[in-house]
C-alpha cells in the first residue's frame, strides 16, 4: 500500500510523496521509513522532526505546514484513523479451523446457523440457538436455551449459563461468567435461605467482556449490558442491574444489585457502587471511587466517599498541606500557651 492508497482509504488529504510504500504500522518513536504511525496530541508534533516513518497521519492545522517535509495524510481524528490503519494491515486470524471440532458435545435440540465454528470440548446445552459466523473457541460451556447472535467471539473457559441471551458481534474474553447465579439470600433463624434466581442477563449487539468478568442473572427479569458497552476483565455486575449503551468500565470496579447505569458513562478501575442507584447519561467515575448515592446526568465525581469532581481535588489538594498547617497550629499553640503547656480545648 503507497501513502497514496492509505490517504484515499482514509478519506484524508496526502501533503508530500504519495508513492511511498508502507508495509506496517508503528508509534511515532520507532516507525521506520516503511510504517504508518500517527500524531493524536499536540505535545508529539516535536517527532515530525525526527521520525523516520514512511507517512504520518495527523490533523489539519495541528502542524507548520511551511516548515514540515514529512509525508503526510491529514486526517479530523488521526487516532481514529490509526485504529482502521491497523485493521487493515492486520486483520482479525483465528487459529480455529472451520466447522465443528469431533470432541465437540452439541446436543442434537441445539440449532446451529451456517458457518459457525466449535472447538474442542466445547458443550452446548438443549434448545440453544447460535447464529451465523459465531466462533466458540475450546473449553466454552453454553448451557440450555441460551441464544446467540451473529459473529459473536466466546474465548475459552467463558460460561453462558441458561437461558443468556447475546445480541450480535459480540466478543467475550476467557474466564467470564454470564449468568451464574446473583448473591441473593434471605436471612432465616439463624442463617441465610438462598432466593432463587429466576431471571437472566441480555447482552445487546456490539457489547465486549473482559477476562473473567462476571454478570449475575436477575432474580426476575433480565440483568442487561446495553449496545456498543464495553466491560474490562475482573468486573462484578450484580442481579439485575441495567447498563445502558455505549458505557465503558474499567478493570476490579463492582456494581451492585439494580444499579441502573445511563448511556456512554466512564467509570475507572476499582470502582464500588452500592446497590439501587441511579447513574445517570455521560456521566464519569474516577478510579477507586466509593459511590452511595445517585449520580445526575453529566457529572463527574471521584474519591471514597465520592464527591463532586471539583471538590475532590480541592480538598486532595488540601491534604497535602495538613503538615504545614498543623506545624503552624503547633507554632500558635506555643506563642499563646508556651512551650510544652497544654492547650485548653472547650468541651
Known amino acids: 500500500m503507497t501513502a497514496a492508497d492509505a490517504a484515499a482509504f482514509l478519506g484524508g488529504t496526502l501533503v508530500g510523496d504519495g508513492s511511498i510504500v508502507l508495509r506496517g504500522v508503528a508509534k511515532i518513536e520507532e516507525a521506520g521509513p516503511a510504517d504508518l504511525s500517527f500524531i493524536a496530541n499536540v505535545k508529539y508534533t516535536k517527532y515530525l522532526h525526527t521520525t523516520t516513518a514512511g507517512a504520518v497521519l495527523i490533523a489539519p492545522g495541528a ?9 503526510l495524510i491529514e486526517v479530523p481524528d488521526p487516532y481514529f484513523a490509526f485504529l482502521k490503519m491497523l485493521e487493515r494491515f492486520h486483520p482479525r486470524q483465528t487459529w480455529l479451523h472451520p466447522g465443528i471440532d469431533p470432541s465437540a458435545v452439541i446436543s442434537p435440540e441445539a440449532v446451529l446457523a451456517e458457518g459457525v465454528t466449535i472447538g474442542a470440548f466445547v458443550f452446548v446445552g438443549p434448545c440453544t440457538r447460535i447464529g451465523r459466523g459465531t466462533v466458540l473457541h475450546p473449553h466454552v460451556v453454553v448451557a440450555a436455551n441460551v441464544v446467540i447472535g451473529e459473529n459473536c467471539e466466546i474465548h475459552s473457559h467463558v460460561s453462558l449459563r441458561e437461558g443468556v441471551r447475546l445480541g450480535n458481534r459480540v466478543i467475550i474474553q476467557n474466564g467470564a461468567v454470564i449468568g451464574g447465579d446473583g448473591f441473593g439470600f434471605a436471612p432465616c433463624g439463624e442463617g441465610y435461605q438462598k432466593i432463587p434466581q429466576m431471571g437472566t ?40 442491574v441495567t447498563i445502558g ?4 468500565i474499567a478493570a476490579q470496579t463492582g456494581v451492585s444489585g439494580s444499579v441502573r447505569i445511563g448511556d456512554r458513562c466512564r467509570i475507572g478501575g476499582q470502582v464500588g457502587l452500592v446497590g439501587h442507584l441511579n447513574i445517570g447519561d455521560e456521566v464519569m467515575i474516577a478510579a477507586q471511587s466509593g459511590i452511595a448515592h445517585d449520580v445526575a446526568t453529566g457529572e463527574a465525581f471521584a474519591g471514597s466517599p465520592a464527591r ?40
Not at 445487546?204 to 476483565?233: C, F, Y
Not at 469532581?309 to 498541606?321: F, M, Y
Not at 497550629?329 to 503547656?341: C, L, Q, S, W, Y
Request: with cysteine.
Open 308 to 347: 463532586p469532581l471539583n471538590l475532590w481535588k480541592r480538598v486532595e489538594a488540601s491534604l497535602s498541606r495538613l503538615p504545614e498547617l498543623l506545624r503552624r497550629v503547633r507554632d500558635i499553640e506555643t506563642a499563646v500557651f508556651g512551650k510544652g503547656a497544654e492547650r485548653k480545648m472547650p468541651k
Open 245 to 248: 449503551s455505549h458505557t465503558v
Open 201 to 240: 442477563v441480555v447482552i445487546q449487539d456490539d457489547v465486549e467482556i473482559g477476562a473473567n468478568t462476571t454478570l449475575d442473572r436477575a432474580t426476575l427479569g433480565e440483568t442487561v449490558i446495553g449496545k456498543g458497552t464495553k466491560l474490562d476483565n475482573l468486573i462484578q455486575i450484580g442481579h439485575n
Open 63 to 71: 502542524y507548520d505546514r511551511a516548515r514540515c517535509t514529512r509525508t
